[in-house]
């Protein structure tokens, strides 16, 4: 039997939309055998901010509990599924954040050879979910990963229509049953990838 593999899923969430695929991306991970963790990053936004918006809000409330995700997070997985609403066609800067305080762990070749992948959301149809996916996948190159996009690999994908990654359109509400099918199928592909090269990297030691 080969080993499992260990999945962190780490996220930022404004509203819910992001969360919602992040945890249909659990479901995927854990139903292809892996050992999972849903990580958030830590709001930077100020409070006086979020209070306009009571979803922002409501929001924060309902995931209290999730924990904040720290680098021993990506030390532990093998595979890393990052998601983010978009910025401008960027992905949002509470992420972005997390990210760039990994120097430590990219220097010591801490962050390379793990399997990445990404899935985001914007307001609109046309609103940089494919270059937020890519601006992503700037920084996978940087740390030596295996990138692993759902593309069209399964049905779904030819409902979702994105081969970069899962995208969702908050403008027509939370996600559906095709956008969670689909981060469903992105997370059960990359550990089925990163079991792969397990095996294969215990069969050559």
Known sequence: MSESVNVSII?????????ALAQAAVEGAEKAGAQVRLRKVAETTPQEVINLRQEWVQHLQDTADV????HDD????????FGTPTRFGNPAS???????TTGPLWFQGKLAGKVYSA???SN?????QESTLLALGNTFYHWGGIIVPPGYTDPVQFQSGNPYGTSHV???????????QAARHQARRAVEIATA???????AA
């Open 11 to 19: 996220y930022y969430s404004a509203t819910g939309n992001v969360h």
């Open 67 to 70: 924990a904040e995700a720290g």
């Open 74 to 81: 990506l030390e532990w997985a093998d595979v890393v599924l």
């Open 94 to 100: 509470q992420l972005r954040a997390f990210m760039e």
């Open 119 to 121: 899935f985001t959301a």
């Open 124 to 128: 609109t149809a046309h609103g940089g």
């Open 170 to 180: 908050a403008g027509d509400g939370a996600p559906g049953d095709v956008q969670l």
């Open 197 to 203: 090269l397990k095996a294969g990297r215990a069969a």
